[in-house]
C-alpha cells in the first residue's frame, strides 16, 4: 500500500487556485477520478507521495510548501496598477511570479556588472515625475530615443517594433519581450493578466513586454512601459484603452505620454483630413504612425476631432491587429536575444568570454545549454 502525504487541504486548494487549473485539469496525469481532487482538497482522504509531487510540480510550487498550514505569500513585489472593472484584479499567477523573478535575476546580474564595470546611472530613470505635464515627459522620450518620423518608415509594425525596442536600448533600457515563462512553450503568458511591466533602476531599468498581445498593442506597451521609467515608478500593467477612465492616475498619465510620444498632436492635426470620413481618417493615421485604430480614434477624440457619438459608432468597427501565430520557437538566434535583451544578451555573453562570468552561469541566465550561449555569442560577434 502506498504511503500517504498528509498534505495540507487549504494549502493544496490555494496551490491549485493559483495555478489556475480546474480540479479536472489537476486530475489528469495524477489520479484517473477528479473526484480524489475535491476530496483531498476536503481532507477526506490523502493523496500518494507520488501523486502529492506531481501535484506540487503541475502546480509549480515547492514540494514542501503543501505540508505548511498556510501558503508562503507568494505576492511579487511590484506595485500592482491592473484594473478589472470596479473590483481588484486576481492575484498575479504563478506563472507572472516565476516571470518577474527571471527578470529580477537578468536585472541583479546587469545591475552588479554596471557597478562592477563603474558605469554611470542611466540617466532618463525618474528624469520627470508624474505630476508633471505628459506633454514634456513625452517629448523627452521622442527626443532621447530619435523617434522622428523617419523611425516609422520601418516596413510593419512588426519592425517599427523592434527600431523601437533598438532605440530604447540605446538610452539604457533593457527589454525583454516574450510570450512564455522563460524558455517553456508549454507555460505560455496570459494577455488577460498583463500586458507589461516596468522595474525602475539607476543602473539596469527593464520593460517587459508580454509578445502573446497584438504587434500593434506591443508598440503601445513599450511606449507606456518607458513612461514608468521616466517617472521612476515601477509596475504592473494591464491597462484597457476602451476603459480608460477605470485606470488609476499613473496609468491614465503613462498613456496620455505614450500616446504623445507615439501620435504627436502637432503630427495628428495637420494630417488629420476635414471632409474625409472618420473610417478613412483613422486607416489612413494608422497606417502612418503604425498604432491601432482604436489608438488613433481615441486621439481623435482627445482633440476635439470627431464627437463622442462618433467615437462609439466607430469603435465596433476597430480592433488590434491580430496576434502574431504561435508556433514552436523559430529561430533561437533571433528569440533569445529579445526575450533576454539584445543589450544584456550581448553583455553578459562579453562577460563569459572575457572570463569575467562562468560559461554555465551565462547560460543559465539566458535559459539555455553551455553550447547554445557560446554559439550564440559567436553569432552576435560576427553581427548575425
Known amino acids: 500500500m502506498a504511503i500517504t502525504a498528509r498534505i495540507n487541504k487549504e494549502t493544496l486548494k490555494k496551490a491549485r487556485l493559483l495555478s489556475e487549473l480546474s480540479r479536472d485539469a489537476a486530475a489528469r496525469n495524477v489520479t484517473s477520478d477528479p473526484n480524489r481532487i475535491r476530496d483531498w482538497e476536503d481532507g477526506d482522504t490523502f493523496p500518494s507521495f507520488a501523486q502529492a509531487k506531481k501535484l506540487a510540480k503541475k502546480f509549480r510550487v515547492p514540494f514542501g510548501y503543501l505540508f ?37 535575476r537578468k536585472q541583479n546580474w546587469f545591475r552588479d556588472n554596471a557597478l562592477g564595470q563603474q558605469q554611470p546611472p542611466v540617466a532618463i530613470v525618474g528624469r520627470f515625475d508624474s505630476t508633471d505635464d505628459s506633454k514634456d515627459v513625452a517629448a523627452d522620450i521622442r527626443n532621447e530615443m530619435g523617434l522622428t518620423p523617419n523611425l516609422r518608415r520601418a516596413r510593419g509594425r512588426g519592425a517599427y517594433l523592434s527600431a523601437l525596442v533598438a532605440q530604447a536600448e540605446g538610452v539604457g533600457v533593457l527589454v525583454m519581450r516574450s510570450g512564455i515563462v522563460g524558455n517553456n512553450t508549454r507555460r505560455p503568458l496570459s494577455v488577460g493578466e498583463f500586458r507589461g511591466f516596468a522595474l525602475v533602476d539607476q543602473f539596469a531599468p527593464v520593460v517587459f513586454i508580454n509578445s502573446k498581445d497584438a504587434k500593434a498593442a506591443q508598440i503601445f506597451t513599450l511606449l507606456h512601459e518607458l513612461a514608468h521609467i521616466w517617472v521612476g515608478q515601477s509596475g504592473v500593467s494591464n491597462f484597457n484603452p476602451l476603459e480608460e477612465q477605470r485606470d488609476g492616475a499613473l496609468e491614465l498619465f503613462c498613456n496620455k505620454v505614450a500616446v504623445e510620444a507615439l501620435v504627436p498632436q502637432r503630427e495628428f492635426n495637420d494630417n488629420w483630413m476635414v471632409g474625409r470620413s472618420v473610417a478613412d481618417n483613422i486607416a489612413s493615421l ?23 457619438q462618433a467615437f462609439f459608432a466607430e469603435l465596433p468597427n476597430q480592433t488590434y491587429d491580430e496576434p502574431p501565430i504561435q508556433g514552436t520557437g523559430g529561430d533561437p538566434y533571433n528569440t533569445l536575444p529579445a526575450r533576454n535583451s539584445k543589450k544584456l544578451t550581448q553583455t553578459l555573453l562579453r562577460s563569459m568570454q572575457e572570463g569575467g562570468t562562468l560559461y554555465r552561469d551565462a547560460a543559465n541566465l539566458l535559459g539555455v545549454k553551455v553550447p547554445t550561449a557560446v554559439s550564440l555569442s559567436q553569432r552576435l560577434r560576427e553581427g548575425i
Open 286 to 308: 494608422s497606417i502612418r504612425f503604425k498604432v491601432s485604430g482604436i489608438a488613433i480614434l481615441r486621439r481623435a477624440l482627445e482633440l476635439d476631432k470627431i464627437s463622442r
Open 68 to 104: 505548511l498550514e498556510e501558503m508562503p505569500d507568494m505576492t511579487p513585489d511590484i506595485p500592482d496598477l491592473r484594473t478589472v472593472g470596479d473590483r481588484q484584479p486576481d492575484p498575479l499567477s504563478i506563472d507572472f511570479v516565476d516571470t518577474l523573478n527571471l527578470v529580477l
